[in-house]
T-cell receptor, first 114, second 112 residues
Framework: AQSVTQLGSHVSVSEGALVLLRCNYSSSVPPYLFWYVQYPNQGLQLLLKYTTGATLVKGINGFEAEFKKSETSFHLTKPSAHMSDAAEYFCAVSLSGGSYIPTFGRGTSLIVHP | EAGVAQSPRYKIIEKRQSVAFWCNPISGHATLYWYQQILGQGPKLLIQFQNNGVVDDSQLPKDRFSAERLKGVDSTLKIQPAKLEDSAVYLC??????????FGPGTRLTVL
């Protein structure tokens, strides 16, 4: 079985500041890891994913995440926040070699102040 | 390419009524998923289809929820009868490669 913990239901940053959204996972086998973004009244959009290979993954809109097996973490970062980044962010884990059904975290709401 | 389409976008019903949601996946995507997203939580899988066959429906409350995917394309999710706790956003997703899902905009259901 797998699970995801997103630390902090809300994260508030100023425009131009570093964005850091934390995600820790548990998985009995090598995981596939995902970050999704959800804007108000919209579905989820894939930001980036880690399956195998390079542990630093670059996604859309300037986001990136690093898979750290020793820390069981997959934190999402962006060097400089933009007002348009305000949204709900979900971390998800699925089992490699399985059905690939992701288990989602509870989400982190990113608030960006001008 | 066109994304995953869902309708209606919003639905308000009284408890014990029935409701149906429709999903049209991205063309060529063999796998289709229905998720339930309760306010403040991440999406939870209800059912997964591979073409028109069910792969996983272990978390579908089968006493009131049903889903079908005729001809392996469009899908319908039905709730009958609805309960207050069914108030949620129902998301449809599709995939061609199993590890990447593409989500529709969702249907927000309010049960009064």
């Amino acid at each position: 079985a797998q699970s995801v913990t997103q630390l902090g239901s809300h994260v508030s940053v100023s425009e131009g500041a570093l964005v850091l959204l934390r995600c820790n996972y548990s998985s009995s086998v090598p995981p596939y890891l995902f970050w999704y973004v959800q804007y108000p009244n919209q579905g989820l959009q894939l930001l980036l994913k880690y399956t195998t290979g390079a542990t630093l993954v670059k996604g859309i809109n300037g986001f990136e995440a690093e898979f750290k097996k020793s820390e069981t973490s997959f934190h999402l970062t962006k060097p400089s926040a933009h007002m348009s980044d305000a949204a709900e962010y979900f971390c998800a884990v699925s089992l490699s070699g399985g059905s690939y059904i992701p288990t989602f975290g509870r989400g982190t709401s990113l608030i960006v102040h001008p | 390419e066109a994304g995953v389409a869902q309708s209606p976008r919003y639905k308000i019903i009284e408890k014990r009524q029935s409701v149906a949601f429709w999903c049209n996946p991205i063309s060529g995507h063999a796998t289709l998923y229905w998720y339930q997203q309760i306010l403040g939580q991440g999406p939870k899988l209800l059912i997964q289809f591979q073409n028109n066959g069910v792969v996983d429906d272990s978390q579908l409350p089968k006493d009131r929820f049903s889903a079908e995917r005729l001809k392996g394309v469009d899908s319908t999710l039905k709730i009958q009868p609805a309960k207050l706790e069914d108030s949620a956003v129902y998301l449809c997703a599709s995939s061609s490669v199993l590890d990447t899902q593409y989500f529709g905009p969702g249907t927000r259901l309010t049960v009064l």
